[in-house]
């Protein structure tokens, strides 16, 4: 007895727009933790800041990667490492995001 086919749907298509999303976001909050590290002249906003603008990168290169694949064969998963990074770097971000709301505040 075989399985019936699986229609993926339009799940594989949401789930690549969120990685870009995902990547935009992160891409917008390394800028205005640059921005606040530059104008504060806080060395460690700043490498954060370039921190989140590499993380953003990888993220955006490896969705497009997962495009290539998934448009192959949409039962491909992400795999553990790519989410437990994307994980970190989403928590890095908000930590960056709220070190530079502290430091704004304290003028």
Excluded: I, K
Excluded at 22 to 42: I, M, Q
Excluded at 90 to 100: D, T
Aim: proline residues 5%; without cysteine.
């Amino acid at each position: 007895m075989s399985a019936a086919p699986r229609d993926p749907g339009l799940q594989p298509e949401r789930t690549l727009l969120a990685w870009s999303r995902t990547a935009l976001v992160l891409a917008a909050d390394a800028l205005l933790v640059l921005r606040t590290g530059y104008l504060r002249r806080s060395p460690g906003l700043a490498a954060l800041g370039g921190v989140l603008a590499l993380a953003a990168a990888g993220l955006y290169a490896h969705g497009v990667r997962r495009r290539g694949a998934v448009e192959h064969d949409p039962r491909v998963s992400a795999g553990r490492w790519w989410m437990r990074g994307l994980t970190a770097a989403v928590v890095l971000a908000a930590g960056g995001a709220a070190w530079s709301v502290l430091v704004n505040t304290g003028r």
